[in-house]
């Protein structure tokens, strides 16, 4: 396999932690995304859409999309499961790695490309206002996710998860993206630092 | 278990789609998200993030995001198989499902929601520019889309799958988003008619 990464993008980072996670090890390419390399036309033979990470398989197939990934790697080395056990908890496994991807991360990420003056030269045009209104949708979030944290460890229950990889990547990307975690916000940050000891997610 | 629907958006409406698939009916109770029934306190128990579907199981417990709905729905019902056979196929479908859930049902989506007058209700504040930005968005995939099913059935193969249902519901809603799909694109044309003629999407 080759991993086609890019060190510091957050989608990338999410299956950086994941691979650590589950103790793979892929060979890796790096892309330089403010040099625009996955803009390049050869680029297109690994991703049409020009995005990463993207995995070479060893029979030359090519598959992209974070999360597409994860499941990949899950398969191939099912412990421990950070997808869910049996079929039930899988489907809340998917709930809360889902609201964690379109309540937080996405408006994290919009707020950062459409914000920071460096993203100009990957969101074309940039939105300053739209980007603005997402900070108050990041924030709602982070009180939901805080709210929820009463009452378990992590973001899906008592075991760690896809969702709380989402959920920690999301949070790192809160400072590009000029977006205050409420200090307040007690049991988001004790589940923040539980997360950010881990082995997988200090390197 | 009782499902919480709203018939003409787009969300449940993947989730109708895949229960007539599976065979599967479920009592339905329905929200008016126009009336913004979703937005009324006892609303919060269902989903605490206000949006439809959400499925209340036998036990209590509750279910929302609409493709984490499906993957339950898979698990009870396994055939025919709507995420893939074998780990290696799951993770090919995963890809087609996100890639058309975020190049093409997202921005197809957000000009709904940011360029529709009537969804200024829901949408507050809308970024007119912001939903123009998107209609070329949704195009260039639209074009990619075609271009891949040169060779194939269905978007991620020979079998219909939940990135067809994904794909299917955001032409549904190009309409009331005002995106034009291009008319010379004549594989996804008959694609679209092909999954459009299937009984489960006729209703």
Sequence with gaps: MLLYDAPRAPNPRRVGIFLAEKGVTVPVRNVDLMALDHMESDFARINPLRAVPALVLDDGSILTESVAICRYI????????????????????????????????????????????????????????FAEAQRGRAAA???????????????????FT????????????TRLA?????????????????VGARPSVAV
Excluded at 141 to 159: C, K, N, T, Y
Excluded at 178 to 194: D, F, N, S
């Design 178 to 194: 000029r977006i205050e975690v409420p200090p307040e916000l007690t049991r988001l940050a004790r589940w923040r630092a539980a």
């Design 162 to 173: 896809i969702a709380d990889i989402t959920a920690f990547v999301a949070l790192e990307l």
């Design 141 to 159: 979030a982070m009180r939901f996710l805080d709210g929820e944290l009463a009452d378990r460890a992590f973001v899906a229950g008592e075991a």
């Design 74 to 129: 899950e398969w191939l080395r099912p412990e421990p499961p950070l997808f869910g056990r049996d079929g039930r908890e899988q489907a809340f496994v998917e709930m809360w790695q889902r609201r964690m991807e379109f309540a937080l991360f996405l408006p994290v990420a919009f707020a950062f490309r459409h914000g920071h003056p460096r993203m100009g030269v990957l969101e074309k045009p940039q939105f300053p206002e």
